[in-house]
């Protein structure tokens, strides 16, 4: 996997993370990152970008931008998203109760699980005005003998 980053800005609306995840698609592909790992990025910044369009704001505070940067390093792919809506640590969230049935279930809660579950390091933090969450996850390198 070559070392590389982006940075990008969206609008705030759910008709953009299907430009996110086609970004996120070319992305891992230049940067020779697995399919399995492609998709679990995919799935989870889809699931918290969608959060942040959805509930982000309240009352006069509105999300007015969503910042990504993703930047890969050797073993690793390492995601920031920032926006400008309320406070939010998605990290404090109770878990949803997987274990009762889908008409007993609370709504929600679902996304940041993905999140949390697939993802191997997930950070938040209040900077400023600004959520900042980061994401990590481990890239398996394809061995030399699969390579050729």
């Known amino acids: ?76 792919v390492s995601i920031e998203i920032e926006d400008d809506g309320r406070a939010f640590n998605p990290l404090d969230a109770p878990e949803p109760d997987l274990s009762a049935s889908l008409m007993d279930r609370e709504p929600g809660g679902l996304g940041i699980h993905l999140a949390r579950t697939l993802m191997d390091q997930i950070f938040y933090q209040r900077v400023g005005q600004r959520n900042l969450l980061t994401l990590t996850k481990r890239v398996q390198r394809a061995s030399a003998t699969a390579a050729s």
């Open 1 to 76: 996997m070559r070392p590389g980053s982006l940075s990008t800005k969206f609008d705030v609306s759910l008709f953009e993370t299907g430009r996110l995840s086609e970004m996120i698609r070319r992305f891992g592909a230049w940067h020779g990152m697995p399919e399995d790992t492609i998709f679990v990025v995919n799935l989870s910044l889809d699931e918290l970008v969608t959060n942040i369009v959805v509930h982000g704001g309240q009352g006069d505070l509105q999300v007015h931008e969503i910042m990504l940067r993703i930047r890969t390093e050797k073993d690793k």
